[in-house]
């Protein structure tokens, strides 16, 4: 009985995170708005995020077009790694591998590149998707607390970078 339950609860998951991305192919596009830290002005850039399946089995194109003209377009694969347990990796397709995971009904990753720690989610809301990322310093801004049980070290980061992008499903 055991093993059935476990076996159910297993099928349960890969169903429901294969209806997950199921519910994100097509071609979406829209309007990315960039805010940051202690500026008033936002940045708007036209975006576009293409998830298809790939050729591969299990794989699917997840590509972001940045531009009115797609000037900088980011041609990724995104490869299942632990679909069970939600994990799956985009493939830049030039030796960076970026880990990705459904928590509830986001797509989600955390990944530092330079000096930033970027974290990005994804997910499906009145039929539009929405993209967010936030920028944050990969260095603490500031360490308090004493480091004792009571009263453990706590460091906080500066929050550089906002961006958020709302796309709706480019129909033929």
Same mark, same amino acid.
């Given at each position: 009985?055991?093993?059935?339950?476990?076996?159910?609860?297993?099928?349960?998951s890969?169903?429901?995170?294969?209806?997950?991305?199921?519910?994100?192919?097509?071609?979406?596009?829209?309007?990315?708005?960039?805010?940051?830290?202690?500026?008033?002005?936002?940045?708007?850039?036209?975006?576009?995020?293409?998830?298809?399946?790939?050729?591969t089995?299990?794989?699917?194109?997840?590509? $972001?077009?940045?531009g009115?003209?797609?000037?900088? !377009? %980011?041609?990724?694969l /995104?490869?299942? =790694?632990?679909?069970?347990?939600? #994990?799956?990796?985009?493939?830049?397709?030039?030796? $960076?591998?970026?880990?990705?995971?459904?928590?509830g !009904? %986001?797509?989600?990753? /955390?990944?530092? =590149?330079?000096?930033?720690?970027? #974290?990005?989610?994804?997910?499906i809301?009145?039929?539009?998707?929405?993209?967010?990322?936030?920028?944050?310093?990969?260095?603490?801004?500031?360490?308090?607390?004493?480091?004792?049980e009571?009263?453990?070290?706590?460091?906080?980061?500066?929050i550089?970078?906002?961006?958020?992008?709302?796309?709706?499903?480019?129909?033929?």
């Amino acid at each position: 009985m055991r093993i059935y339950l476990s076996a159910v609860l297993l099928l349960v998951s890969i169903i429901t995170n294969a209806q997950d991305l199921s519910e994100f192919t097509g071609h979406w596009e829209g309007e990315l708005v960039w805010s940051k830290a202690g500026s008033k002005n936002v940045q708007r850039v036209k975006m576009q995020i293409i998830i298809q399946p790939d050729d591969t089995a299990g794989q699917y194109t997840w590509q $972001i077009i940045y531009g009115d003209k797609g000037e900088d !377009n %980011r041609p990724y694969l /995104l490869k299942p =790694v632990d679909t069970a347990k939600g #994990h799956w990796m985009i493939d830049e397709r030039n030796g $960076i591998l970026i880990d990705q995971y459904w928590l509830g !009904n %986001r797509f989600s990753s /955390l990944f530092s =590149v330079q000096n930033s720690t970027i #974290h990005d989610s994804y997910w499906i809301e009145n039929n539009k998707l929405i993209a967010e990322f936030y920028g944050i310093s990969t260095s603490p801004i500031t360490t308090s607390g004493s480091g004792t049980e009571d009263v453990p070290m706590v460091k906080s980061y500066a929050i550089r970078t906002y961006q958020k992008a709302i796309l709706k499903k480019k129909t033929k």
